[in-house]
């Protein structure tokens, strides 16, 4: 069972980035699906983007296009999220998590599972 | 942009009691992009249900998953201490995920 192991907490400034890496065991980081969403302080679940492994490059959601950047490194099976432009309202708590795809396909199995154990990232000037 | 919505947004409910949760969706959805997690505080969600009505690995059986099209229902049969917590639904479509507010069930 592949484990995420998310980098710990970050605290930076407006206008500035962030740089998110969620290490997996097991396989190749880039076969598995790995997706990043975000959960502002009391609520709920919001996906920024993630990996095709078919791909071989991310989807983002059209909110954070331009923003958000999904990359990988094969030689440390991490995978990393990077977000930019931060802003007070970028407070949140980030997960990676694993969304398996079919072989050679673009269609994934429709869940998320495992998850990181989440990295609190908090704008403050 | 599917949009999910879940209900009721609070249930206060005694161990033992059943609970049963809501989540309607905008448009239809696939039951097999249809999932359940449980979120307690200070942790990551986990996955319950998947494919509308299929239980994780390791989930106890009291939790059951039903519905399609717009609307689906997640029960949990007998509530135990540790099932008050936050439940989320999620589905995906056109390459785009999205979950419900949520659903806080707590001691009555």
């Known amino acids: 069972q592949v484990q995420l192991v998310q980098s710990g907490t970050e605290v930076k400034k407006p206008g500035s980035s962030v740089k998110v890496s969620c290490k997996a065991s097991g396989r190749s980081v880039n076969s598995y699906g790995i997706s990043w969403l975000r959960q502002a302080p009391g609520q709920g679940l919001e996906w920024m983007g993630g990996f095709i492994p078919m791909l071989g490059t991310a989807k983002y959601a059209q909110k954070f296009q331009g923003r958000v950047t999904i990359t990988s490194d094969e030689s440390t099976s991490t995978a990393y999220m990077e977000l930019g432009s931060l802003r007070f309202e970028d407070s949140a708590v980030y997960f990676c998590a694993k969304a398996s795809y079919y072989y050679g396909s673009e269609t994934p199995y429709g869940w998320f599972d495992p998850w990181g154990q989440g990295t609190l990232v908090t704008v403050s000037s | ?108």
């Open chain 2, 1 to 108: 942009e599917i949009v999910l919505t879940q209900s009721p947004g609070t249930l206060s409910l005694s161990p033992g009691e059943r609970a049963t949760l809501s989540c309607r969706a905008s448009q239809s959805v696939s039951s097999t992009f249809l999932a359940w997690y449980q979120q307690k505080p200070g942790q990551a969600p986990r996955l319950l249900i998947f494919g509308a009505s299929t239980r994780a690995a390791g989930i106890p059986d009291r939790f059951s998953g039903s519905g399609s099209g717009t609307d689906f229902t997640l029960t949990i049969s007998r509530l135990e201490p540790e099932d008050f917590a936050v439940y989320y639904c999620q589905q995906y479509d056109s390459s785009l995920w999205t979950f419900g507010q949520g659903t806080k069930v707590e001691i009555k």
